[in-house]
């Protein structure tokens, strides 16, 4: 059984961090631009959901833009879930034009030192475009992602196109306008509260 996760005033979660399992064989990690958007779902006139979608930029060697994109998001009743969407490599000419979606095979978010935001269960569904994908993960590493942003510390996302032998993980701290940090801070204080009034039920 997953163990639920504690809330109060003061720590939205008070969670035990476990190390990411080593994978068998070396990454580079490569350090990116990251820039954010604060989510926010309401239902009934009341906070139900907070997220944070993350897209990361790399300029590759040839100098076409490689853009990937996450959202994590975590709701009222402890459930937390992951989508990605990747972009065909193009020039900044194209870009400015409209980025190409490409269909992902996997992808993962997660904050320094924490557990990665992988599929529960193994499953994986495909988004409404047949490209990007969705799944539910832990809430624990969904919420590590969040809050790394709110700390102001760096996370690590991963995204493997179709087509490509492996993932390609990206590292950086993700950049938000003030206004949309504190709009992200609002919603999840509303979202604890609501957390709360659930379990004190």
Known sequence: MMRRPTFNKTSFVSASLVALTSSAFAQNVVPVEMTGQPLQYMADGKVSACGLRITAVRVAKNNRIDAVEASVNIDARGRATVKAVAYKPATAVEFAKGPVSVKVKSAWVRAAGAPATTPAGGTVLPGDDNKSILFGTS???????????????????????????????????????????????????????????????
Do not use: N, T, Y
């Open 139 to 201: 809430f624990d590493s969904a919420w590590g992602v969040i809050e790394a942003h709110l700390k102001e510390s760096p996370i690590q996302m991963a995204v493997r196109r179709e087509g490509e032998p492996s993932e390609w993980v990206l590292s950086g701290k993700v950049a938000l306008e003030r206004r949309e940090s504190e709009q992200l801070r609002q919603c999840i204080e509303e979202l604890s509260s609501a957390m709360e009034q659930s379990l004190a039920r």
